[in-house]
Structure formats: structure tokens, C-alpha cells
């Protein structure tokens, strides 16, 4: 069974900075992999922020490139989200989540797509 855990999120004034982990457990190693980060906050849809694909290659929403980065370990246990210059706009929980797929289209990839998510971890930004 495949279990996802997140863990760094908090509360965080604007231009801070903010790193989240995930780790996996019971995820099979694929040849092809696909994992993400994708945030909802109150009253708004869930939307994916951050792809990272079986190459490494990386997308980002319009919303956070440039301050956001998404990467993870080659054993693909450990997948992490940096935010730096956080804005009040970024509140919300944010999940991890994998899917053993290559994947395309990157952060327009619906959350929905992905078969393995975390269950959650709250990120606050305000002064």
C-alpha cells in the first residue's frame, strides 16, 4: 500500500521562505514517474503547481515559477518543494503526490490524474 506523508508546512510572513518533503512509502520504483506538488485554497479548486517528470525536467505554474522548485532524490522517496519570496495569495494546504507514468503537459496537469497523493500539509502566509 502506498502511503504519502508531508511535513514543513507552517505559517510564514510575506518574503519568507517555506521547505515542504513528502516521502513515499510502498511506491514500486518505475521506469517511468511522474510526481508533483498541487495546492487548494479555501473556496478555490485544487491546482497543480510543480511537475517533476521521469527525466527531471520541471514545470511550474505562472503563479509560482521563479520562486518555487520541486525536486526529489533518485530513489524517488523523497520529493520537496522549495518556496522562497512566499505572498499571502500562496496560503493553502499543499499535497504531493506521484504516479507511475511518464508523464506531459506539466503543471496543466489536473490533480485528479495523479493515483498517489499525501493527505495534506497547511501553509500560512501573513504579516
Known amino acids: 500500500q502506498v502511503q504519502m506523508t508531508e511535513s514543513g508546512g507552517g505559517s510564514v510572513q510575506p518574503g519568507g521562505s517555506v521547505r515542504l518533503s513528502c516521502v513515499v512509502h510502498?511506491?514500486?520504483?518505475?521506469?517511468?514517474?511522474?510526481a508533483a506538488w498541487f495546492r487548494q485554497a479555501p473556496g478555490k479548486e485544487r491546482e497543480t503547481v510543480a511537475v517533476?517528470?521521469?527525466?527531471?525536467?520541471?514545470s511550474y505554474a505562472d503563479q509560482v515559477r521563479g520562486r518555487f522548485t520541486i525536486s526529489e532524490d533518485n530513489a524517488r522517496i523523497n520529493l520537496y518543494l522549495q518556496m522562497n519570496n512566499l505572498k499571502v495569495e500562496d496560503t493553502a494546504t499543499y499535497y504531493c503526490?506521484?504516479?507511475?507514468?511518464?508523464?506531459?503537459?506539466?503543471?496543466?496537469?489536473?490533480?485528479?490524474?495523479?493515483?498517489?497523493r499525501g493527505q495534506g500539509t497547511q501553509v500560512t502566509v501573513s504579516s
Open positions: 503526490a506521484r504516479e507511475p507514468r511518464h508523464c506531459t503537459g506539466g503543471y496543466r496537469i489536473p490533480p485528479s490524474w495523479f493515483g498517489y
Open positions: 510502498g511506491y514500486a520504483r518505475a521506469n517511468a514517474n511522474c
Open positions: 517533476i517528470n521521469t527525466g527531471g525536467s520541471t
